[in-house]
């Protein structure tokens, strides 16, 4: 049998008994807005859209984001190819869901189910985790 807790209310002769147990929680937790590498901030200022234009971010390994640009931004008109990235991972959640970039961040706050993104392309990147679990009256939970 789960924990549980329980209070009494009197009122008006009338004796009310509330009881509490284990609760569901939902975790989302991360940063908006990672930049890629070579990513100069004056450009990221003054240009963000285009910059955006540039962005892909990538999901590996279960919970590692990578954050890279499809090209070198510049005027030249050739290619250039960009061999550089920033790195993004999480420890503690079994199995989390992973978003790398906010757009499903007001579905989180209705409560509708997130699905892991992998693949994003022309997008501001972030990293979230979301998780949910049974937290028991009183309890922890530790990663």
Known sequence: MGCERAFRIHAAG???????????????????????????????RGSSNLVDAYK???????NVGIYALS?????KAEPS????????????FDAPTVLLSSKQLQAFKTGAALVTETDIKGERGAYFIQNSFELAPHGAKTG
Not at 56 to 62: D, I, M, S, V
Not at 71 to 75: L, N, Y
């Open 71 to 75: 090209a070198i931004i510049s005027d």
């Open 81 to 92: 190819e960009s061999l550089k990235a920033n790195v993004v991972w999480s420890l503690g």
């Open 56 to 62: 892909k971010c990538e999901l590996e390994a279960g």
């Open 14 to 44: 009338a004796t009310q008994v509330f009881r509490f147990n284990a609760t569901k929680v939902s975790v989302l937790d991360g940063v908006q807005n990672v930049l890629p590498h070579g990513v100069p901030e004056g450009l990221q």
